[in-house]
């Protein structure tokens, strides 16, 4: 299982260490549905992040961090 960061990178990391580890991952937190629900504060993507305009195109602008769900 893994709980990350809903963000361009944090999106990213439970496929990259599936393709580097072979290991299977699941996300259980943070995702859009527990954002939709519980609507935790967000942040401004982080526009140095070479996945940023791929990220905005698909979520918008506002990114969140896993510690913003209780």
């Known amino acids: 299982m893994y709980v990350g960061d809903h963000d361009a990178s944090g999106l990213l990391i439970d496929k990259i260490a599936e393709k580097e ?31 940023a305009k791929e990220y905005i195109k698909k979520y918008g602008n506002r990114a969140w961090e896993i510690e913003s769900l209780r």
Do not use: W
């Open 21 to 51: 580890m072979g290991i299977e991952f699941k996300r259980i937190a943070l995702t859009m549905e527990q954002i939709e629900r519980y609507r935790p504060p967000s942040i401004p993507v982080n526009m140095r992040d070479s996945r």
